[in-house]
């Protein structure tokens, strides 16, 4: 297990289920946590438990997170926060639902690592990005359009900042997790004749807990993943090996 002492590592999307998780997991294994949001009052109590700094920023403003990122001495980052859209195909799309969902996982990501790699360039110490991508850019999966392209876009953004980062010794890559039963994806993903039919198709015919993808996560920000960098991980249970 990889001790994590004097790195100082960012998590956005630290006020929901996998960030929180992905704290977690950090602080226990040493890591100064910075915790990343919108809601003030999540961060808060996850720094109350925790000991991360809360850092509040909007992912779909670039002046909020340079101002927020600007001076920080960052080792690694994990690109979680995002925002799940609609649930709709190409002929029924919300365009603007397109473009704010974009403007969330893949442009908010892409911001951050932008303004964190150069911190880590600076410091010359190596370091890792991770982005919490999803099984939906793997797969075509009916009703997201929106969502599945705005992860497909972000698996590229790792294996382009993975070829770029190599030589400062960052690595990058993605996990590409199936469905974490949370309030956010119950209304679709909770109905009978949807979660049935894909428990079925899935090996291992369960949906995934927060554990279950904060462990990878940590994983590939360790040192045990010294050699791994562009790869988009599925933790979806074998379900795009099919
Ligand atoms: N749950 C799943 O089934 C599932 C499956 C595959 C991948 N994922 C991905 O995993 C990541 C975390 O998902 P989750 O299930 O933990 O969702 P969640 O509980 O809804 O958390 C979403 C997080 O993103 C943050 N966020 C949303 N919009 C933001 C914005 N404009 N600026 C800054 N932060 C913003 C939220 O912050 P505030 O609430 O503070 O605004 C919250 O911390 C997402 O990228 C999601 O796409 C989730």
């Known amino acids: 297990m990889t001790d994590f002492t004097g790195r100082t590592i960012l998590v956005t999307g630290a006020s929901g289920g ?34 991360a700094r809360p850092l509040p920023f909007d992912l779909t403003s670039e002046e909020s997170i340079k101002g927020a990122l600007e001076g ?45 790699a150069a911190s880590m360039i600076r410091l010359c110490k190596g370091g890792a990005i991770v982005n919490v991508s999803s099984q939906a850019s793997l797969v075509a999966l009916t009703g997201h359009i929106s ?30 997790p199936t469905v974490v039963m949370t309030e956010m994806s119950a209304f679709y993903w909770g109905l009978p004749e949807i979660e049935k039919p894909f428990l079925e198709a899935m090996p291992l015919g369960r949906w995934a807990t927060v554990d279950d993808i904060a462990g990878p996560i940590t994983f590939l920000l360790s040192d045990e993943a010294s050699m791994i960098s562009g790869v988009s991980l599925p933790i979806d249970g074998g379900y795009t090996a099919r």
């Open 18 to 51: 996998i960030g929180g998780a992905t704290v977690r997991h950090l602080v226990a294994q040493g890591a100064d946590v910075i915790a990343s949001g919108r809601n003030m009052d999540g961060l808060d109590t996850l720094a109350a438990e925790t000991g």
């Open 72 to 116: 920080l001495d960052l080792w690694g980052v994990v690109n979680c926060g995002g925002w799940g859209g609609e649930i709709a195909g190409p002929v029924e799309t919300n365009i603007d639902v397109f473009d704010k969902v974009m403007s969330i996982n893949a442009r908010g990501s892409l911001l951050v690592t932008k303004y964190a």
């Open 147 to 176: 969502y599945g392209s705005s992860k497909a876009a972000l698996d590229n953004i790792t294996r382009v900042s993975a070829l770029e980062l190599g030589k400062y010794n960052i690595r990058v890559n993605s996990v590409n």
